[in-house]
Nanobody
Framework: VQFVESGGGLVQPGGSLRLSCTASGFSFSTYNVGWFRQAPGNTHEGISCIDESTSHTYYGDSVKGRFTISRDNAENKVFLEMNSLKPEDTAVYYC??????????????WGQGTQVTVSS
């Protein structure tokens, strides 16, 4: 099982970045997927998620209107388009895939994390 992230980097305030995660080794299309981030000294923050059917999305207040989550089930990928970036968006970003069966068994996979730094 692998969930590999890419797309982080250094960007100036007001700029944009696109993060992606590519899944392999599990049935990606049956999982809800999302993005989390953690800045130094802060807790893990869930910022966005999208369900398996792509019918429903969620955004945290801190990113609403600026970030867009999407997925391509044919390519086993999830994306996070980040616009109007602010210094407070600086963090390590993680993708996550999660599924809970009716039996209660939970499957949970994480990317390795990618650093996003917003600075002039």
């Amino acid at each position: 099982v692998q969930f590999v992230e890419s797309g982080g980097g250094l960007v100036q305030p007001g700029g944009s970045l696109r993060l992606s995660c590519t899944a392999s080794g599990f049935s990606f299309s049956t999982y809800n997927v999302g993005w989390f981030r953690q800045a130094p000294g802060n807790t893990h923050e869930g910022i966005s998620c999208i369900d398996e059917s792509t019918s429903h999305t969620y955004y945290g207040d801190s990113v609403k209107g600026r970030f867009t989550i999407s997925r391509d089930n044919a390519e086993n990928k999830v994306f996070l388009e980040m616009n109007s970036l602010k210094p407070e968006d600086t963090a390590v970003y993680y993708c996550n895939a999660e599924k809970t069966l009716s039996s209660g068994t939970k499957y949970d996979y994480w990317g390795q994390g990618t650093q996003v730094t917003v600075s002039s």
